[in-house]
């Protein structure tokens, strides 16, 4: 329950000098669904600034309600949940959130389904074009940018979701098993890609997945959620440098060894 | 992504395949009717079938040609078609602003569902000699007659489109941090548009028919009135000449809405949903 023991003496809510400012604080969250049912209780966690975390558990933990409740999506019976200082709130111009699926309109071709995120955000008409384009590139989809979505597989329309949301630039992405749905294989290029993005970015990232190889692929830290929903059982950080290849870890002993110590850990939380 | 690639060309090919069977489909549909229209008329002239009570292509084209040279069709299919695109015009207006207020106030669709339903389940065609009762044995007793049938298929198949809209295009919209008006327009809207113009095509049909027997009812001008009066007459060329004219004006006036929908519904066309 002790969720913060990671996170330094000096990393509290204090931002000066060099150390990171906490991003996202989850504290003592309560959260009921209906009457009797406690879907979390008592959960901490703290997010650093520009910091990824993947947040794994058996189905059942909670991750994803936890995940809605930063959203300000679900909310909290007990505790707080603060982001950038300030509660949560559906449709914040600072938190941009990944469906698990894509979710592009079936009517907009690829251009304008990135688009559509920087029309939402208030970006001029001049500059959507620019900006979408750019990011279309990064994700390799320029020669498809007329094509509508039924035209694509599933992974590039994954790569166009991703594309939507990091063209609107903002602080915090939280993200819901986005590749879920995906091969191996493609989910390995979606990893380098969101890898690129994210690097590009700077953003904070909270990342739910199932995926222990995905999870330490991705992120600084991995969270793994107890089964019962009383929030964190262990805390798996993952020094990997950076930059990362998902293809190249696949044959990395630290890699390997990091899985096998997530695994363990993830087996004990559901006991 | 070689997947895309193959399944571009695929989508080509299949492109070029349905171009050069056009083709083909519209020989077979030509020697279809002509096979019809011959073996009709083979079995009037060699006494298999009574000219009296099914007519003959011939007969039916010169009867035609006598309505339009004794100037008896244009008058009354101003009057019809006037009929038709009024109703048309007042179901979808109606219809669509209903299912837009039913789909956004839940309250206020429970309480009104039931008495809809009941409307909707009246055969209206009964109602016909009351709305004459009522609005008299001009044009408006017929628009109210096509509209009570057309304005609830819009009403219904809007109301369907809006309510089955993908909550994730819903969710990921308002989590972007899109505004209710931009939810409408760029989200339901478009989602039910292929309802809509489903619902259009009916409507369409639904407001010729409540029209053209309205005006078989009573009436002053109008198809359904020479249908009525040459039925009277046992003239079976004149009213299968009629039943075509109105059947090749509906006919002209969906085509013309087929166009528009092509041109709208331009993204659901051709999707071949690459799996994968």
């Known amino acids: 329950m002790l969720s913060q023991t990671n ?17 996202i604080r989850v504290s003592d969250l309560d959260v009921n669904f209906g009457q009797a049912r406690k879907a979390l209780s008592g959960v901490n966690l703290a997010v650093r600034q520009g910091e990824f975390v993947a947040l794994i558990g058996a189905s059942g933990c909670g991750k994803t309600t936890l995940l809605n409740v930063i959203a300000g999506l679900v909310p909290a019976a007990a505790g707080s949940a603060m982001i950038r200082k300030s509660a949560p709130a559906a449709g914040r111009r600072d938190i941009c959130y990944i469906l698990a699926r894509d979710a ?5 071709t690829l251009l304008k389904n990135v688009e559509y995120g920087l029309e939402v955000s208030g970006v001029p008409r001049d500059e959507r074009e620019k900006t979408a384009l ?16 039924s035209r694509l597989s599933q992974g590039m329309r994954q790569r166009v979701s991703l594309a939507r949301a990091f063209a609107v630039g903002r602080q915090v992405y939280l993200m819901d098993e986005p590749f879920s749905a995906l091969d ?11 890898l690129d993005l994210w690097e590009m970015s700077g953003a904070t990232v909270v990342f739910v997945t199932h995926d222990i190889g995905e999870a330490i692929t991705l992120a600084d830290r991995v969270v793994v959620m107890s089964k019962r929903g009383t929030g964190v059982a262990d805390e798996i950080p993952i020094d990997i440098p950076r930059p990362r290849s998902a293809e190249a870890l696949q ?20 006991e | 992504m070689s997947d895309s690639v193959s399944s571009e060309a695929g989508l080509g090919h299949a492109v070029r395949a349905s171009d050069s069977r056009s083709g083909s489909i519209l020989a077979g549909r030509a020697i279809f009717l002509i096979a019809f229209l011959a073996l009709w008329q083979a079995a009037v002239a060699y006494g298999f079938a009574d000219p009296a009570f099914v007519s003959s292509p011939t007969s039916i084209v010169e009867a035609f040609w006598k309505l339009v040279e004794d100037g008896d069709l244009a008058p009354n299919l101003l009057t019809t078609l006037v009929e038709i695109m009024i109703s048309f015009a007042l179901s979808v207006v109606l219809g669509i602003a209903s299912a837009l207020v039913l789909d956004r106030s839940d309250w206020l669709n ?11 389940s009246m055969p209206r065609i009964a109602l016909g000699p009351l709305f004459i009762l009522w609005f008299g044995i001009g044009i408006a007793s017929k628009v109210v007659l096509a509209v009570s049938l057309g304005y609830f298929i819009m009403l219904l198949s809007t109301l369907g489109g809006l309510k089955n809209v993908d909550r994730d295009l819903l969710l990921m919209s308002r989590l972007f941090g899109a505004s209710e008006l931009r939810l409408f327009r760029d989200v339901r809207l478009p989602w039910a548009l292929p309802s809509i113009f489903a619902g259009l095509r009916l409507t369409l049909i639904y407001c010729s028919g409540g029209a053209v027997i309205g005006e078989m009812i009573a009436a002053q001008s109008g198809l359904g009135l020479l249908v009525q009066s040459f039925s009277g007459r046992f003239d079976v060329a004149s009213v299968m000449a009629l039943i075509l004219v109105v059947a090749f004006l509906v006919m002209a006036l969906t085509a013309l809405m087929d166009w528009v929908e092509r041109r709208l519904l331009e993204w659901s066309k051709g999707s071949t949903d690459v799996p994968g």
């Open chain 1, 134 to 149: 750019a990011y279309i590139e990064k994700v390799g989809l320029l020669n498809y940018r007329d094509f509508y979505p």
């Open chain 1, 7 to 23: 996170m330094g003496p000096a990393s509290g809510e204090r931002t000066d000098g060099d150390v990171p400012s906490v991003d």
């Open chain 2, 110 to 120: 429970r309480i009104l569902s039931p008495f809809l339903t009941a409307f909707n």
């Open chain 1, 251 to 270: 044959a990395d002993s630290r890699y390997h060894d990091l899985y096998r110590r997530t695994w363990t850990s993830l087996k004990a939380s559901t």
């Open chain 1, 184 to 194: 191996s294989q493609t989910k390995l290029m979606l990893h380098d890609q969101l």
């Open chain 1, 104 to 108: 592009l309109l079936p009517w907009r």
